[in-house]
């Protein structure tokens, strides 16, 4: 393709209330956008807060999909070899003790290790009164953990680093969510750690200083891409870093109203093929 300026060249798509429907699917219409930008030369990736076992690999390398962004911007992926061609993560002795933490609260909460998902028992109960979620999202969660008597003492005695950790937690009649203000308070008094939201009224932390806009501007520089030809969209606050970083921050008619503010544009909702008409209005339109 040849280059024009100012034109899109690289698309970074987060997932959850993105690029997925509530069935956490990729309808027709938007893969077939994502095919047609691919073929015409630009490139699309994924930029989302799951860790790699939570991405559809098989589908994605189907679309022409070869590179992820996971767990916020902890770990860049090249598909579908699960190559991991960028990392940032936490270590045992920071993460260990929040555990200890956390595992005092009535919450759910798995950490990203090596691309993998590893949760406790204790929690599991905790996912079916997650009802913010669909269940297409509580049924991801349950199956796609690893389970750990203990996750502290798990990471600790294997000395693991961590990607990211991702905490849920449940409503309350009066509105609230359990436990969710104090867990909030008692992170972001941490400075080892980067705490936002990813969707759903789940906390998420990283490596303090661990963004999404990081992995961003690792691919634009591996693809020879100036980041003001980029395009990021996103529906949540952890897709709001992304999306300041790249040439154009698309926020989903479904996003929050924070995610939208700071947004150069806002396309459709994840139920009507919101990523595909941005593509088309950014990418293809300028074939």
């Known amino acids: 393709m ?5 034109k899109i060249r690289l698309a970074a798509l987060d997932m959850d209330g993105t690029l997925f429907n509530n069935k956490l699917e990729i309808t027709p219409k938007t893969q077939a956008a994502i095919k047609a930008a691919i073929a015409g030369g ?5 930029s989302t807060g799951r860790p790699y076992i939570g ?29 991991c061609i960028f990392s940032n993560c936490m270590r045992p002795e920071t993460v260990a003790p929040i555990i200890r933490y956390l595992q005092t609260k009535d919450i759910q909460y798995d950490a990203f290790i090596g691309g993998n998902r590893y949760s406790e028992e204790h929690g599991q109960d905790v996912i079916e009164r997650l009802t913010q979620m669909p269940a297409a999202t509580r049924s991801y969660i349950k199956a796609s ?19 990211k ?8 009649p009066d509105g609230s969510y359990m436990d969710r ?8 008094a941490n400075p080892q750690v980067t705490v936002l939201s990813g969707g759903y009224q789940n906390v998420e932390f990283t490596k303090a200083g661990t963004t999404k806009a990081m992995g961003l501007r690792f691919l634009a520089e591996m693809f020879e891409i100036p980041i003001e030809e980029t395009m990021a969209v996103g529906d949540s606050q952890n897709d709001m870093d992304i999306m300041q970083a790249a040439g154009i921050g698309v926020a989903m008619e479904n996003a929050t109203d924070e995610v939208k503010a700071i947004a150069d544009f806002v396309t459709k909702s994840n139920l ?8 088309e209005k950014f990418i293809l339109a300028s074939f």
């Open 2 to 6: 040849e280059h024009t300026p100012g």
């Open 42 to 46: 630009a490139q699309v990736v994924i």
């Open 55 to 83: 991405l559809p690999v098989d589908v994605l390398t189907e679309l022409g999909i070869r590179y992820a962004i996971t767990a916020n911007g902890s770990a860049i992926y090249r598909l579908p070899e699960k190559e």
């Open 145 to 163: 953990g690893i389970l750990t008597e203990n996750l502290a003492d798990f990471i600790l005695e294997r000395d693991l680093e961590v990607q």
């Open 165 to 172: 950790m991702t905490l849920n937690f449940y409503p309350l």
């Open 181 to 188: 203000v104090d867990v909030w308070n008692y992170l972001k």
């Open 272 to 279: 009507e093929d919101g990523v595909g008409y941005a593509i």
